[in-house]
């Protein structure tokens, strides 16, 4: 698959940083006696992310033209559909923010190349966090970052 991104799994991209979960080993921190494990790798589709405010929130299309890419993404998406949504923003391995949805209801939808991921909320003030979440993150990918979109903490995509 040409089209996708290796993350680590515990650590969020950053290897050999020691923030693995303790007693996964590994990291420079690992003591004598602990047994050191290669890191859990994952391949993450990598897509184009359009990110728009939209009424009660924001809306995020992401969509590859790599028909594989695509269908790794809705699977991923709807195997971990109901969960919490996330976007970390990363530049060069390292986390610059991280947005949690939390504040309002995420849904996914399959498109024709791709998801739609629409996080609202009826309550004024938590659309607005919304939304501004919507402006920095959009801000940080004109700026150069990647979103790694996630759900329920599993990366499902990542681009801008």
């Known amino acids: 698959m040409t089209s996708a ?17 303790p007693g996964m080993g590994g990291g420079p921190m690992a ?12 391949m993450v589709p ?12 924001m809306k ?7 028909a594989m890419t695509a269908s790794m993404m809705q699977n991923l ?13 990363m530049m060069n391995g390292m986390m610059m923010c991280c947005c949690n ?22 309550d004024e003030a938590c659309c607005k966090m919304i939304q501004a979440c919507c402006d920095s993150m959009m801000a940080m990918c004109d700026a150069g ?6 759900m329920n903490g599993m990366p499902v995509c990542c681009g801008c």
């Open 101 to 122: 949805m939390m504040m309002g209801m995420c849904k996914c939808e399959t498109t024709e190349n791709g998801v739609c991921i629409t996080c609202t909320s009826g």
């Open 145 to 150: 970052c990647t979103c790694c979109v996630c």
């Open 31 to 42: 003591g004598a006696g602990a047994m050191a494990t290669a890191p859990q790798m994952m």
């Open 5 to 21: 991104m290796m993350m680590e799994r515990m650590g969020m991209g950053m290897p050999g940083m020691g923030m693995g979960m």
């Open 60 to 66: 995020m299309t992401c969509s590859s033209d790599d």
């Open 77 to 89: 998406c709807t195997m971990m559909a109901g969960g919490m949504c996330s976007c970390c923003m």
């Open 46 to 57: 990598r897509c184009t992310i359009k990110m728009e405010k939209c009424k009660g929130g």
